[in-house]
Nanobody, 125 residues
Framework: QVQLVESGGGLVQAGGSLRLSCAAS????????MGWYRQAPGKEREFVAR???????YYADSVKGRFAISRDNAKSTVNLQMAKMEPEDTAVYYC???????????????????WGQGTQVTVSS
């Protein structure tokens, strides 16, 4: 299996910056895409950003131009640099890793997606 641990959450004022990190452990060779999701109180979990093994990035429209996702395959980590933050960014942020379809990994674990425990991000106005 894969374990994910987020860090870097906290309180920041509107317009400020914050950097989230996620460290993966376990069967890291079975990870394909990695990304970030967030969930605000009373709302469903939503997609924020994703990065492939090759480095291609994808962002939700609400964070384009403000957030930047990066990845270090050697260290099995993924980061989310957040800038020009808004109160609407307040949420619990979850790290996500998707399992590859390789046979060895499929036999090892049936789980398709792995999730971290979440880290709270609060943006004050």
């Amino acid at each position: 299996q894969v374990q994910l641990v987020e860090s870097g959450g906290g309180l920041v004022q509107a317009g400020g910056s914050l950097r989230l990190s996620c460290a993966a452990s376990g069967d890291t060779n079975c990870i394909s895409d990695m990304g970030w999701y967030r969930q605000a109180p009373g709302k469903e979990r939503e997609f924020v950003a994703r990065i492939t093994s090759g480095g291609s990035t994808y962002y939700a429209d609400s964070v384009k131009g403000r957030f930047a996702i990066s990845r270090d395959n050697a260290k099995s980590t993924v980061n989310l640099q957040m800038a020009k933050m808004e109160p609407e960014d307040t949420a619990v942020y979850y790290c996500n890793a998707r399992r590859t379809s390789q046979t060895m990994c499929r036999l090892r674990d049936l789980t398709l997606n792995y999730w971290g425990q979440g880290t709270q991000v609060t943006v004050s106005s």
